[in-house]
Structure formats: C-alpha cells, structure tokens
Nanobody, 128 residues
Framework: HVQLVESGGGLVQSGGSLRLSCAASGVTSDSYAVGWFRQAPGKEREGVSCISMSDGTTYYADSVKGRFTISRDNAKNTVYLQMNSLKPEDTAVYYC?????????????????????WGQGTQVTVSS
C-alpha cells in the first residue's frame, strides 16, 4: 500500500517561488508515476503535472507550462514540484497522487484521479 506525504506549501507573494515535495513509502519498484493536482475553493480538482519514476517522462498542464518543473529522486522515492512565477490563481491545496504506470500523460493523471493513492494535501497561497 503506497502512502504519500506532501510538504513545502506556504504563503508567497505573486512572482515568487515554492518547492513542493511528495515522499512515497510502500513502493516496491519504479514502475509508477506521481502526479500533482490542485483544488481551489469552489473549483474542481485540476491536474498540474506528473512524472514517470521509471524513465522520467513528464507531463504539464498548459496553465503551468514554463513556470512549474517536476522532478524525481528515485533513491528517496520523492517527487518535487518547483513552482516559479507564481500567480494568485495558483492558490489552492496541492495534492500528490500515484498510480502504477511506466509513462506520464493526461490519461495517467485520469487514472490517478479514479484509482490512485493520495496524500493529505498542502496549502499554497499566493498573495497579490
């Protein structure tokens, strides 16, 4: 049973940066993908980015391309989300999720929503 723990959220001014971490435990191989999602008050959960722990393939939502970077440290079973040029509209609770997959794309993120393991979330607030 995979367990995920997010950290790194906080309050930052518009244009600032934050790095989120997602530490996984209970994994038995690298044949899984980890995704970041966010949910703002009154809005649906949105897929932000995901990465294959197997080969490092990445996927980004259009809303964060060029500003966010996802990376992995297989030795630590940890995935990072570097968020730069933050905007007030990035304010949300950020969750990480995982599912068995050797690649990373929008379809994999859909599988995570329906069947993935989820962390508890971390709040990111961007002030204007």
């Amino acid at each position: 049973h995979v367990q995920l723990v997010e950290s790194g959220g906080g309050l930052v001014q518009s244009g600032g940066s934050l790095r989120l971490s997602c530490a996984a435990s209970g994994v038995t191989s690298d044949s899984y993908a980890v995704g970041w999602f966010r949910q703002a008050p009154g809005k649906e959960r949105e897929g932000v980015s995901c990465i294959s722990m197997s080969d490092g393939t990445t996927y980004y939502a259009d809303s964060v391309k060029g500003r966010f970077t996802i990376s992995r440290d297989n030795a630590k079973n940890t995935v990072y989300l570097q968020m730069n040029s933050l905007k007030p509209e990035d304010t949300a609770v950020y969750y990480c999720a995982s599912s068995a997959s050797i690649t990373a794309n929008a379809e994999v993120m859909g599988v995570m929503i329906r069947h993935g393991s989820w962390g508890q979330g971390t709040q990111v607030t961007v002030s204007s």
